[in-house]
């Protein structure tokens, strides 16, 4: 990432250094690499990530006789170093990146413009309304979401600052020798677990009607394959063009056509409980943590302002076009009355 464009004051610089840092995804190739570092990292996306000592080089540097440390130096060290701490990466990359869905906000944009976007609970869509209301509600979802993440964004980072000397530090050794070596045992337990639940889930001995596949259970089997593509992508991609995040860009876009395509067929389908059930983990799950708003924002925020716009608005301008394809070739040819009903609870 690129510096903005102007400095921060004094009063606020340590804010905004929590922010220009705070990025949820790598830009480059992570330490820890070949097959013991992939499986850690693998294992990391599902609770933590795989552990690095990347500020020991500009230590080493100066024990050499290179250049002397400078604060500029420190918090480029600490920012390495921060991105090679597992439990930031799980909270970063694994929480944040896979709470937050850029597809999701997209598929909204889309239903904002076809009068089809209802409230949770709702079971009728909006009523008939003038195409310019169509457009306010787009605009609505649009600012809505980038104010309030933006907004959360600099709230956080100051919150950071304000509770940094109360917060205790993590033991090194309990970190690295007992949570890192827990999470492994966690992550990977608790995928086989999601897959297990898919196979006999808990309301099987009932009479009553199935919901934990289509709301929980698929969720669970799908989203770390989402998460793990989206760190790889950006591990691989971000790097490459300083100016605009290639990674970050490649997932959202991409998980938003999955979701159109996913959304599609769950709607279409007549009677494939279980195949509905399935599109629908896909969604919440696989696209869910595959595309990410807080990465997004993050980057947003600390690019130089003619970067921003040009990121944030292509991103957006991408995946609506794509969404548009996508959705729109169904529900103005097929669907003219509006989206069918799904089949599956959820």
């Known amino acids: 990432m690129t510096q903005s464009d102007t400095k921060p004051a004094e009063s606020t610089h340590n804010a905004s250094r929590h922010m220009r840092h705070a990025s949820d995804e790598p830009h480059g190739p992570t330490s820890g690499g070949g097959p013991a570092g992939d499986e850690r990292v693998g294992s990391a996306q599902l609770e933590y990530d795989a552990p690095g000592e990347l500020a020991n080089v500009a230590l080493d ?21 921060k991105k090679s701490i597992p439990l930031y990466i799980g909270l970063a990359t694994g929480f944040c990146g896979s709470f937050t869905s850029f597809s999701a906000f997209v598929r909204d944009l889309f239903l904002a413009t076809s009068n089809d976007l209802t409230y949770p609970g709702a079971e009728d869509a909006s009523l008939d309304r003038h195409s310019g209301y169509s457009f306010m509600a787009v ?31 993590l033991p090194y050794l309990v970190m690295r020798k007992l949570l890192d070596r827990l999470a492994v045992v ?28 289509g709301r929980a259970t698929f969720s669970l089997v799908f989203a770390p394959l989402g998460c793990l593509t989206r760190f790889y992508a950006s591990s691989y991609l971000n790097g490459r063009m300083a100016s605009f995040p290639l990674g970050t860009f490649a997932v959202n876009v991409g998980g938003t056509a999955v979701l159109g395509m996913a959304w599609n067929l769950a709607h279409g389908g007549e009677g494939a409980v279980m195949g509905c059930q399935v599109l629908q983990g896909i969604e919440d799950g696989f696209c869910g943590c595959l595309t990410t708003v807080s990465t997004w924002v993050v980057e947003l925020t600390a690019l ?43």
Request: glycine share 10%; proline share 7%; charged share 15%.
């Open 61 to 81: 540097t100066e024990k050499q006789g290179g250049p002397r440390a400078t604060p500029a130096n420190e918090r480029q060290a600490h920012a390495a170093s």
């Open 139 to 169: 605009v609505a979802v649009l600012v809505a979401t980038l104010s309030l993440s933006i907004g959360g964004l600099h709230v956080g980072a100051h919150l950071a600052v304000a509770l940094e000397p109360i917060t205790p530090p």
């Open 304 to 346: 130089r302002r003619r970067h921003a716009y040009l990121y944030g608005a292509s991103s957006v301008l991408v995946a609506y076009a794509l969404m548009v394809v996508v959705l729109g070739s169904a529900r103005w040819t097929l669907w003219l009355d509006g989206f069918p009903s799904l089949t599956c609870v959820h």
């Open 186 to 213: 966690l992550g990977w337990g608790c995928w086989l677990g999601a897959v297990l639940l898919c196979v006999w889930p808990p309301d099987r001995d009932g009479d009553g009607p199935e919901t934990w596949r």
